[in-house]
């Protein structure tokens, strides 16, 4: 992906340098261990165990990738609005911070309105529910977009 800034050299030098200043700084979205809690009924199995099955599947739950899609959806979004707020002054940090927020309201709308495989009968007769990554919603009020 390419990204353009207009503007003269003074504010890519500038750029450069907000850069440089949080270089050790990501956004990351998903289940940081310090939010993960186990799944409800189970000692060692955790939210972020549970959510790496779903997104990937295994040999009885097909791949939903309500993580990897959102992202990569979103991609040309977040380039943008990082262009759009460091053009408005916004200090790095604060965008990191703005694009982990937006990223994790993305991930959570995905969950809910993605066009996912449907549920086995089994499942939807278990959570007398047909909609897929949708049981108790812990899941998807786990999602967690955070900048370390």
């Known amino acids: 992906m390419t ?62 990738p309500f993580l990897r899609q959102t992202l990569e959806e979103n991609q040309e979004k977040y380039t943008a609005l990082f262009v759009q707020w460091f053009n408005q002054g916004v200090p790095i940090t604060q965008i990191y911070e703005q694009l982990a927020i937006t990223a994790q309201g993305d991930v959570q709308l995905n969950i809910v309105r993605g066009n996912w495989t449907v549920n086995a009968p089994s499942t939807i007769k278990r959570k007398k529910s047909s909609k897929p990554l949708i049981d108790t919603g812990k899941m998807r009020q786990s999602v967690r977009g955070i900048v370390k």
């Open 3 to 64: 990204v353009q800034i207009t503007g003269n050299l003074a504010q890519a030098k500038a750029l450069i340098e907000r850069l440089r200043a949080d270089k050790d700084k990501a956004v990351y979205v998903g289940f940081p261990a310090e939010f993960d809690k186990p799944v409800e009924g189970t000692e060692n199995f955790n939210l972020a165990s549970l959510a790496a099955v779903l997104e990937f599947g295994n040999a009885h739950i097909p791949s939903r």
